[in-house]
């Protein structure tokens, strides 16, 4: 299994407050992803990083910021959570383009 | 944008019986497609990919794809359904620049004992 991994696992926090869901990876893969996870919807692109500090917008980036200041981890940011931003959230790695992605476990947040 | 469509939110098989899954993609130039499965509070699983080598690709676990140009389509199929198979199942396809996936709202697939 390629080594992602996901922190925290569960969260559940309140409206308004800033959440960070953290990635980190083992692979050394240039590429990482953030995507969230809703019934009907399959999964969506928020955020990817295509190496440090190189970061670009997915189809649903309004309410996300995110950093990659090292390899290893790619932060996602919820400056102020939402109802809506109630999700499950998956990190994913690709080594190189055209490239398979490897997923991590996800982090199930809810916003009460 | 690069899109896909998975026709069928919910197949139901017996045990036994054939599996077939479509996936129909938009792309304007030939695609890298995908195939992953995703268990129940689980991250998604590679299956297979289609990378241009050859039309017919084998996965794990038995299963297979065909891509088809003419009909934009790369469906998944296995055999003979096991109940282990019981799960999510998403195509994804990436953008013309590679950067992207842009996956299916998928399919779940029930296995009938």
């Known amino acids: 299994d390629a080594g992602i991994t996901q922190s925290p696992r569960h969260k559940v926090t309140e409206t308004g407050t800033p959440v960070t869901l953290r990635c980190h990876q083992t692979e050394n893969h240039r590429y990482m992803y953030w995507y969230r996870q809703d019934p009907g919807h399959g999964l969506r692109l928020i955020h990817y990083s295509y190496g440090v500090k190189d970061t670009d917008k997915g189809e649903v980036s309004d309410g996300y910021s995110v950093s990659r200041s090292k390899t290893e981890d790619f932060l996602l940011t919820l400056e102020s959570a939402t109802s809506s931003q109630t999700s499950v959230y998956f990190c994913a790695i690709r080594l190189a383009i055209f490239d398979e992605q490897f997923f991590g476990p996800g982090t199930r947040l809810t916003v009460l | 944008a690069q899109s896909v469509t998975q026709l069928g939110s919910h197949v139901s098989v017996s045990e036994g019986a054939l599996v077939l899954l479509r996936c129909n993609y938009s792309?304007?130039?030939?695609?890298?497609l995908f195939w992953y499965v995703q268990y129940p509070n689980q991250g998604l699983q590679l299956l297979l990919k289609y990378t241009s080598a050859a039309t017919l690709v084998k996965g794990i676990n038995g299963f297979e794809a065909e891509f088809k140009k003419s009909e934009t389509s790369f469906h998944l199929t296995k055999p003979s359904a096991h109940m282990s198979d019981a799960a999510e199942y998403f195509c994804a396809v990436t953008s013309n620049t590679g950067n992207q996936f842009y996956f299916g709202t998928g399919t779940s697939l029930t296995v009938i004992p």
């Open positions: 792309s304007s130039v030939p695609p890298y």
